[in-house]
């Protein structure tokens, strides 16, 4: 399976809703999709048709078999896992990462994970004791980011992160919530385009039509299949599924 982790380099980006268009934008082309929420938040459900009052989920359980009970499907055919409403330990959430390679399904499925932003993606030498996610060869990272300073500051310390640790993952920036009719976040998008690596050449809309979705527990794709939000959703599915072949 491609293993996709999907996180905001800061909290609020919008990492949930990202998870949840792209998967069933994703799933249009026929394969099987599978989102899982590692975020306390747990709300990622919600994006897929969940009752406002269901609320329980993996972190209910105390192994991944009575956890396999909470799995959904959505009127798209996308297989989703709540994160519950029990607070997760880091031990628990990576144990929840790695047991997930235990789901039988094929090759060309997708596997979308939602991170919390306060956990560091990135691995670090073992003799210093920051949270990282068990990454591995052909895992597909993208840390969400919207055109601002705090941003700005971040990806730069991300950056250097990066260059002291060795990966076999791939890492992407991806611009989300982006204001089309604002100055700076026009000059930062360029900025950002011609000066740093990873970023991806494209950027996601900030949409009224996201909210609208969110309120009817739903997505993009089904509410608003013309909109300028779906076309960005569908741009982020093909820049990944090339990247996933390289």
Same mark, same amino acid.
């Given at each position: 399976m491609?293993?996709?982790?999907? =996180?905001?380099?800061?909290?609020?980006?919008? %990492?949930?809703?990202?998870?949840?268009?792209l998967?069933?934008?994703?799933?249009? !082309?026929?394969?099987?999709?599978?989102?899982?929420?590692?975020?306390a938040? !747990?709300?990622?459900?919600?994006?897929?048709? /969940?009752?406002?009052t269901?609320?329980? *989920?993996?972190?209910?359980?105390?192994?991944?078999?009575?956890?396999?009970l +909470?799995?959904?499907?959505? #009127?798209? *055919?996308? /297989?989703?896992?709540?994160? *519950?409403?029990?607070?997760?330990?880091?031990?628990?959430?990576?144990?929840?990462? @790695?047991?997930? =390679?235990? /789901?039988?399904?094929?090759?060309?499925?997708?596997?979308?994970?939602?991170?919390? #932003? +306060?956990?560091?993606?990135? +691995? &670090?030498?073992?003799?210093?004791?920051?949270?990282? &996610?068990?990454?591995?060869?052909?895992?597909?990272?993208?840390? /969400?980011?919207?055109?601002?300073a705090?941003?700005?500051?971040?990806? &730069?310390?991300?950056?250097?992160?990066?260059?002291?640790?060795?990966?076999?993952?791939? +890492?992407?920036?991806?611009? @989300?919530?982006?204001?089309?009719? #604002?100055?700076?976040?026009?000059?930062?998008? %360029?900025?950002?385009?011609?000066?740093?690596p990873?970023?991806?050449?494209?950027?996601?809309?900030?949409?009224?039509?996201?909210?609208?979705?969110?309120? @009817?527990?739903?997505?993009?794709?089904?509410c608003?299949? &013309?909109?300028v939000?779906?076309?960005?959703f569908?741009?982020?599915? *093909?820049?990944?599924?090339?990247?996933?072949?390289?």
């Open positions: 491609q293993r996709i982790f999907i =996180k905001g380099i800061k909290g609020g980006i919008g %990492s949930t809703s990202v998870v949840a268009n998967a069933c934008v994703l799933k249009k !082309s026929d394969v099987d999709v599978v989102a899982i929420d590692l975020d938040k !747990s709300d990622l459900g919600l994006h897929f048709g /969940l009752k406002w269901a609320t329980k *989920g993996w972190s209910n359980e105390s192994t991944f078999d009575d956890a396999l +909470h799995f959904r499907k959505d #009127s798209d *055919g996308v /297989l989703f896992l709540p994160h *519950g409403d029990n607070e997760a330990t880091l031990d628990e959430i990576i144990a929840t990462i @790695n047991n997930c =390679k235990k /789901l039988d399904y094929k090759e060309s499925a997708w596997i979308l994970f939602d991170c919390p #932003s +306060h956990i560091n993606i990135s +691995h &670090y030498p073992s003799h210093i004791n920051i949270s990282h &996610y068990p990454l591995e060869e052909n895992d597909i990272v993208i840390e /969400l980011v919207t055109c601002d705090i941003c700005h500051s971040l990806i &730069y310390k991300r950056l250097q992160t990066l260059k002291s640790v060795e990966s076999s993952w791939k +890492h992407f920036f991806v611009v @989300n919530r982006y204001n089309a009719a #604002s100055v700076l976040e026009f000059d930062l998008f %360029s900025l950002w385009q011609s000066t740093l990873f970023m991806a050449p494209f950027f996601i809309n900030s949409d009224e039509v996201i909210k609208e979705a969110t309120a @009817n527990r739903n997505v993009a794709l089904n608003a299949p &013309y909109s939000a779906n076309d960005d569908e741009t982020l599915a *093909g820049w990944l599924v090339s990247k996933a072949a390289n």
